[in-house]
């Protein structure tokens, strides 16, 4: 997913061709990501990196979609649909705005806003939700310890410390032969699988999802995953729609989203008087030029 928070963009089990499109499922009947209706008859499913068919997806899942967009440019056929949550643990701590509409909710020490209208929940509400839920988040980061929920789904069975698999993401810091720091906790990797981390090593500074058993502030992790973003699998003059709020913003022609370097600079933008800025959630339709995706529309 990537989206991870500050970090790059999982792409989980790769098919063959390059994503064309990354953002969350806005309907079904086939399913609509970034306004094209994609078939998924034929299409490889993977949710979590687990092999899945369209019934195991929910509106509110960012995914990333290879395949094809016919010429009317809201139809297309999808060959491979991957998701991924962003986090999975239990919620520390709640904090309400004071309309009332919008919470941010602690998990894992990550700061996750939720919203009445804009995030999809699954299993509990926006004023159901409670202290000690376990839950699992899918979203958009925003800055490096911040994420936007787009779906919140409560688990069913009750976190037990040290037991519950949890999931959270971030940058490899203070590796040795056997533990590493990521955000506030100390991971020990001596039992895990490291067969989606590049050569199975791990290294100071890469971006990494972990699954394992949290018990204070140590994880057990069961497998560590590393994160990429697509910036790495886009071909050049490949067309790509990304949605995503906005990083690393400089200018129109130099700010990020999802760890794409995006210049918008000649882009068609909607409304007009639409102004881009950190934090702000748009969708990005363009082309790769090898480094850089130069913005049609957003």
Known sequence: ????????????????????????????????????????????????????????????????????????????????????????????????DAQGDVMTITILG?????????????????????????????????????????????????????????????????????????????VNYTSADLSEVTDSTLLDGIYVEVKGTLSGDQIMATQIEQERSFSESLETDDDFSLQGTVTNHVDDSNFEIAGVPIDASNAVKKPAVLTIADGVLLEVEGTWNGDILIATEI
């Open 1 to 96: 997913t990537t989206g991870g928070t500050g970090g790059g963009t999982d792409l989980g089990i790769s098919g063959s061709g390059a994503p064309i499109a990354y953002g969350t499922i806005d309907g079904f009947g086939s399913i609509f990501v970034n306004g094209v209706e994609f078939d998924t008859d034929n299409a490889s499913i993977f949710v979590d990196g687990v092999p899945a068919g369209e019934p195991d997806l929910s509106v509110g899942m960012v995914v990333s979609v290879e395949g094809t967009i016919n010429a009317d440019g809201v139809t297309g056929e999808a060959t491979v649909v991957i998701f991924d949550n962003e986090l999975k643990g239990p919620v520390q701590a709640i904090a309400l």
């Open 110 to 186: 990550v700061n996750v806003t939720v919203d009445r209208i804009a995030t999809n929940f699954e299993n509990t509400t926006f004023d159901t939700l409670a202290v000690g839920d376990f839950v699992e988040i899918s979203g958009f980061p925003e800055g490096l310890t911040d994420l936007r929920a787009t779906l919140l789904e409560k688990r069913q069975e009750i976190y037990v410390e040290g037991e519950s698999e949890i999931e959270i993401e971030g940058t490899i810091s203070n590796l040795t032969d056997s533990t590493f720091l990521l955000r506030s906790y100390t």
